[in-house]
């Protein structure tokens, strides 16, 4: 449980460095079956959760992060 635990703190403090940045996303998925949320992977492996389409799936965008919940980032993909 311990080492659990302190994967998620430092999953959690890794992202946070993140914040604010434009990252490059691997496009997924739809995120939790929510309409027009989708979610990725940057190239190091941070989940990251942005508005989206269908079309972006399997594409890479970039994107503004914007705020974070645990490990998880969200933002806005930017053009």
Do not use: H, M
């Not at 949320?37 to 389409?53: S, W």
Request: net charge positive.
């Amino acid at each position: 449980r311990t080492l659990i635990r302190l994967g998620k703190e430092l999953s959690t403090r890794f992202a946070s460095l993140r914040l604010g940045k434009v990252l490059d996303v691997l496009v997924e998925q739809r995120f939790q079956d929510e309409g027009s949320l989708y979610e990725g992977l940057t190239d190091n492996y941070i989940r990251v959760v942005f508005p989206g389409c269908e079309d972006l799936r399997g594409k890479i965008v970039k994107v503004k992060t914007t705020r974070q919940k645990g490990a998880i980032l969200e933002g806005n993909i930017i053009t």
